[in-house]
């Protein structure tokens, strides 16, 4: 079972899908949107918010009695039941801030290894990024693809960036080093490209996949964030590399950053490289 990238692909849409039926039914979108009546109640809102989905995704698998060794954000590493028979990656809400100013740009990510022992990205064999505003399911199975519900993911063809068209997102908030800040600022504004400034990696990651974004840059990506936005834009057929030109595949932990570049194809991905 640990090995089946369809049961798992099957496994965590559902959860999915019940996550974001049961974050409905408690009126939980409706609180985040109220955040900014109160500043004092921000903190409150989106532990809430944390806390719900931390506790959701462990009562689920207690309830269909598969124990996991779970990653999250908000836990670090926990082991759920005895004797887990596989290793999951959660991240409860991708995009705090934007929860906390009420803007739904926002997700949960869970992503499953297929190896007890390696949980580096290159061992995710299934994953689901949920948006919460509006209920769509980027899913992805290694070997099977990468879709949005049911739909195929097709990620951008462009191959020139220097247009009003093309869009580009950009997150710099957790840059590592911030020499690169003023380079890839530099960069980008010898584009014609459309920049966007985005907070929620794992919507950014989902939006490369589908094509709605033609490349994402993130200076500071947290490593807890990849695994799903990895599988989706892998099976896709879309590219994740370093900043450095070299190849993501970083063990999955509870902390730690990275630089990375998630394009389309990798006629974007040189051209982005090669800018002065």
């Not at 949920?130 to 049911?150: H, P, Q, W």
């Not at 068209?165 to 530099?186: Q, R, T």
């Not at 900043?243 to 990375?260: C, D, E, F, L, Y």
């Amino acid at each position: 079972m640990l090995q089946d990238a369809k049961y798992w692909h099957r496994l965590v849409n559902h959860l999915s899908r019940t996550l974001r039926s049961e974050f409905r039914r408690r009126k939980l979108d409706y609180l985040a949107s109220k955040v900014t009546e109160s500043d004092s109640n921000t903190t409150d809102i989106t532990t809430q918010l944390d806390g719900f989905v931390h506790n959701f995704v462990q009562d689920y698998f207690r309830r269909i009695e598969i124990p996991v060794f779970a990653i999250t954000e908000e836990g670090g590493m926990e082991e759920w039941g005895r004797n887990p028979r596989a290793v999951i990656c959660l991240d409860e809400v991708d995009g705090t801030a934007q929860a906390n100013h009420g803007i739904p740009e926002y997700a949960t990510t869970v992503a499953v290894m297929g190896d007890m022992e390696d949980t580096t990205l290159e061992n995710v064999i299934a994953a689901a990024t949920l948006e919460y505003a509006t209920g769509n399911v980027y899913s992805a199975g290694k070997g099977i693809g990468a879709f949005r519900n049911r739909a195929p993911l097709t990620p951008s063809r462009r191959q020139n960036l220097d247009t009003a068209e093309a869009m580009v997102a950009l997150d710099i908030y957790a840059a590592k080093n911030n020499d690169e800040v003023p380079i890839w600022l530099s960069k980008l504004r010898k584009l014609r490209c459309f920049p966007v400034w985005h907070g929620s990696a794992a919507m950014a990651l989902a939006r490369v996949s589908s094509g709605q974004y033609d490349a994402y840059i993130n200076l500071g990506q947290k490593i807890n964030d990849l695994p799903a936005g990895y599988l989706l834009l892998k099976e896709a057929g879309a590219v994740l590399m370093g900043t450095n030109a070299k190849p993501i595949n970083v063990r999955v932990k509870s902390t730690g950053t990275t630089s990375v570049i998630a394009a389309g194809n990798m006629d974007i991905y040189n051209q982005l490289r090669a800018l002065d």
